[in-house]
Nanobody, 114 residues
Framework: VQLQASGGGLVQAGGSRRLSCTVS????????MGWYRQASGNQRGLVAS???????NYADSVNGRAIISRDNAKDTISLQMSSLKPEDTAVYFC?????????WGQGTLVTVSS
């Protein structure tokens, strides 16, 4: 299983950014997919997830500012983030869960300047 994340870059505070993750298999294969992030010196934590059934979950820190979506035909999930803050600066990782197996993309860096 390969997950290819893209969309990172430099954005000003208050701006928006859309991250995408393309998967080598049907995204409906997986029990859950989502995005995690890891800021320098911090642990990796959940940003948003979506289950096979379409149930979504957001971290409190991004709730109301992030939307996770998927395109089943393109085997892609996306994360649209708005009203970005400097504390959103992190490497964002695409994640897929199948039973107890975790799959990770390579990460894409989002830097939010103040």
């Amino acid at each position: 299983v390969q997950l290819q994340a893209s969309g990172g870059g430099l954005v000003q505070a208050g701006g928006s950014r859309r991250l995408s993750c393309t998967v080598s298999e049907s995204i409906l294969t997986f029990d859950r997919m989502g995005w995690y992030r890891q800021a320098s010196g911090n642990q990796r934590g959940l940003v948003a997830s979506i289950t096979r059934a379409g149930r979504v979950n957001y971290a409190d820190s991004v709730n109301g500012r992030a939307i996770i979506s998927r395109d089943n035909a393109k085997d892609t999930i996306s994360l649209q983030m708005s009203s970005l803050k400097p504390e959103d600066t992190a490497v964002y990782f695409c994640h897929a869960l199948l039973h107890s197996n975790n799959y990770w993309g390579q990460g894409t860096l989002v830097t939010v300047s103040s």
